[in-house]
T-cell receptor
Framework: NAGVTQTPKFRILKIGQSMTLQCTQDMNHNYMYWYRQDPGMGLKLIYYSVGAGITDKGEVPNGYNVSRSTTEDFPLRLELAAPSQTSVYFC????????????FGDGTRLSIL | DAKTTQPNSMESNEEEPVHLPCNHSTISGTDYIHWYRQLPSQGPEYVIHGLTSNVNNRMASLAIAEDRKSSTLILHRATLRDAAVYYCILCLYTGTASKLTFGTGTRLQVTL
């Protein structure tokens, strides 16, 4: 079972470049999430989606955009990369709310130089 | 958002039980208590969750205080593979989605 798959695993960007982090899940989960984790810190929520066509901001949305055209995919877009966006990015999905666990991918390690 | 407080680190010997404490004195009546763990270079992994009653699963047990202001994750027999950062999280349901607010967690070291 694949679960939540993130690509790429590693990426180095130059300041001002753009890129899309891909996330796909094969569990037919309605809810999907993007987090970032800075060194030595816990995860912070960037954006989330409760279903295809519905997205909302989390705690740290500035500098990012998302879309949700299908149940399976939830890409995260960085338009103008900045050094402050150097982090490890995790995508997660869950079946529902509150009492449903979130399933995480293995992360994308992004460095912006 | 309600916050949780955990010790920064704990140590355990292999094959011994481990009790990881968490304080959440500002918990609301609808907040679920979730525990996740994160092994090095991996994404967080769900461990267990509960609302009011104690819970058991194949990975661990969760003991919730009667007033719900604290909880304890219990690993019955720690192994080297249990060395990870353990996060105690209050799962806030906003009416549209549930949000996990991660703190810095407890780093568990397991030694032979």
């Amino acid at each position: 079972n694949a679960g939540v798959t993130q690509t790429p695993k590693f990426r180095i960007l130059k300041i001002g470049q753009s890129m899309t982090l891909q996330c796909t899940q094969d569990m037919n989960h309605n809810y999907m999430y993007w987090y970032r984790q800075d060194p030595g810190m816990g995860l912070k929520l960037i954006y989330y989606s409760v279903g295809a066509g519905i997205t909302d901001k989390g705690e740290v949305p500035n500098g990012y955009n998302v879309s949700r055209s299908t149940t399976e995919d939830f890409p995260l877009r960085l338009e103008l990369a900045a050094p402050s966006q150097t982090s490890v990015y995790f995508c997660a999905s869950s079946k529902g709310q509150g009492n449903q666990p979130q399933h995480f991918g293995d992360g994308t390690r992004l460095s912006i130089l | 958002d309600a916050k949780t407080t955990q010790p920064n680190s704990m140590e355990s010997n292999e094959e011994e039980p481990v009790h990881l404490p968490c304080n959440h004195s500002t918990i609301s009546g609808t907040d679920y208590i979730h525990w996740y763990r994160q092994l090095p270079s991996q994404g967080p992994e769900y461990v267990i969750h509960g609302l009011t009653s104690n819970v058991n699963n194949r990975m661990a047990s969760l003991a919730i205080a009667e007033d719900r202001k604290s909880s304890t994750l219990i690993l019955h027999r720690a192994t080297l593979r249990d060395a990870a950062v353990y996060y105690c999280i209050l799962c806030l349901y906003t009416g549209t989605a549930s949000k996990l607010t991660f703190g810095t967690g407890t780093r568990l070291q397991v030694t032979l």
